[in-house]
T-cell receptor, first 112, second 112 residues
């Protein structure tokens, strides 16, 4: 069974620190990898995606992908209380343009 | 990005009844998806709805329970039939635009 695994947390970090969120996936054929943020009672919001091995940076967010280890991570620099949310890792198991499969999410709490 | 609206935003329904959820997108999209998010859980894909063809259902979901329509490239409906309390969930419409997947605001369904 194709799976996307995340530590449910909660992950607690102080304001200004780096938050590191991790995700592993089971299908070596996975093509693309996405990170979503979901505030309580809201729908998921796309933060960023990554296709190639290595790092991809967007503002305070960096996604890291290691296909050999089947591992993708999200780093949030200078964490703010407004970053407190559930972060969902999603993987495209088939081909680009088909529906994503989601992990259970990691709850991040940033304390001021 | 895509602007997605859903109706209703929430509803309370009685056991045994049916509810039809509407999803409207501001762009023409080939693929639309329906997800379910049960309380405290991640997103589970129900089905993929392509215009002009029958919806494709994921394991554990059947057409008789969750019939889907896709009459054009901007609109879809999901019906939750013969509801039971286990169907209480948030139902989310989603689309892919330029290889990025976006979500509607969700329909919060409570079955009593």
């Amino acid at each position: 069974q194709k799976e996307v695994e995340q530590n449910s947390g909660p992950l607690s970090v102080p304001e200004g620190a780096i938050a590191s969120l991790n995700c592993t996936y089971s299908d070596r054929g996975s093509q693309s990898f996405f990170w979503y943020r979901q505030y309580s009672g809201k729908s998921p919001e796309l933060i960023m995606f990554i296709y190639s091995n290595g790092d991809k940076e967007d503002g305070r967010f960096t996604a890291q992908l290691n296909k050999a280890s089947q591992y993708v991570s999200l780093l949030i620099r200078d964490s703010q209380p407004s970053d407190s949310a559930t972060y969902l890792c999603a993987v495209n198991l088939r081909q680009a343009g088909t529906a994503l499969i989601f992990g259970k999410g990691t709850t991040l709490s940033v304390s001021s | 990005s895509a602007v997605i609206s859903q109706k209703p935003s929430r509803d309370i329904c009685q056991r045994g009844t049916s509810l039809t959820i509407q999803c409207q997108v501001d762009s023409q999209v080939t693929m639309m998806f329906w997800y379910r998010q049960q309380p405290g859980q991640s997103l589970t894909l129900i089905a993929t709805a392509n215009q002009g063809s029958e919806a494709t259902y994921e394991s554990g979901f059947v057409i008789d329970k969750f019939p889907i329509s896709r009459p054009n490239l901007t609109f879809s409906t999901l019906t939750v039939s013969n509801m039971s309390p286990e169907d209480s969930s948030i139902y989310l419409c989603s689309v892919i635009l330029s290889y990025e997947q976006y979500f509607g605001p969700g329909t919060r369904l409570t079955v009593t």
